[in-house]
């Protein structure tokens, strides 16, 4: 398990404004891989969705009225990441409910 650092949000978020878009993207793909390890019982203690909300706000921020669209479209003509993961997640849904 990997060692546990203290997380400031201020510098992270200082640091992605430095960031090219694909850096940006990249980085959002990277967190969203990372979330999916975590342990049920870990999440709430986990900074990687911390990390993704950060991410997803300067996304929208450099993008105004867009939301996550660059990013999704991004997603899906690398790797189709986004796509697995919104097949998975309604799957999940329909399958146990919520």
């Given at each position: ?20 878009d ?9 967190l969203?891989k ?20 950060l ?26 990441g ?10 999940n ?6």
């Amino acid at each position: 398990m990997a060692e546990r650092r203290d997380f400031d949000a201020s510098e992270f978020a200082d640091h992605l404004t430095a960031m090219t878009d694909d850096e940006l993207f990249r980085l959002m793909q990277d967190l969203e891989k990372e979330s999916d390890d975590v342990a049920i019982e870990a999440r709430e203690t986990s900074d990687a969705f911390a990390k993704i909300v950060l991410v997803e706000t300067a996304i929208e921020d450099r993008f105004p009225g867009q939301l996550l669209a660059p990013y999704k479209r991004m997603a899906a003509a690398t790797n189709g990441g986004l796509r697995e993961y919104l097949d998975e997640a309604a799957r999940n849904f329909f399958c146990c409910g919520s």
